[in-house]
């Protein structure tokens, strides 16, 4: 082969690298602002049903600052319950280990209904980890909230957060429900 050939053959390899890390890093970053935005859609329509007539359900604290490990599984409660099941109190789940690192929910319950949701520790050891929960994070936890649960969609491109997200929120779940 020639040397334009030899030219030739590695710029087609480049282009086709290129290609692939496109895919890796744009694909999910743009399936990202899509969950984000069907998620502000339905929020929207939430708040336009809500002030025609019906009640919302109180206020929603959806930080996710991290803290360093602790990774005690305590919860407190109250007398309150309602139809949930869920006692009032804050509970915090157990630490979830995933291929990317540990994942910790703290919900806080208030009137029996999942009133916040809190990510206390997620993976951010590397620049792809900390952009990716940066964006979901906040996904889940505005999803937990309007579930009432941790039946919660994945989205694309972050399902070892999801794993750990759900899996923590879902051990805090079941403590306030004891």
């Avoid at 030219?7 to 087609?12: E, F, T």
Wanted: glycine share 8%.
């Amino acid at each position: 082969m020639n040397r334009t050939g030899k030219i030739g053959v590695a710029a087609a390899s480049m282009t086709a690298l290129a290609l692939d890390v496109a895919a890796i890093v744009v694909v999910p970053q743009l399936r990202i602002q899509q969950s984000q935005a069907a998620l502000a859609q339905a929020a929207s329509s939430d708040t336009r049903s809500s002030s025609s007539g019906n009640s919302g359900s109180g206020s929603s604290n959806a930080t996710s600052t991290p803290t360093s490990g602790s990774s005690s599984s305590s919860g407190s409660s109250s007398s309150s319950t309602s139809s949930t099941g869920l006692k009032d109190g804050t509970y915090t789940g157990a630490v979830t280990a995933t291929g990317r690192g540990d994942v910790q929910i703290k919900i806080t319950v208030s009137n029996g209904s999942l009133t916040a949701v809190n990510a206390l520790q997620y993976p951010q050891d590397n620049p792809e980890s900390s952009s990716i929960n940066q964006q979901v994070i906040p996904v889940y936890v505005k999803e937990a909230l309007t579930a009432q649960s941790a039946s919660i969609q994945a989205v694309s491109g972050a399902t070892e957060t999801y794993d750990g997200f759900t899996g923590s929120l879902q051990d805090a779940i079941n403590q306030a429900k004891r």
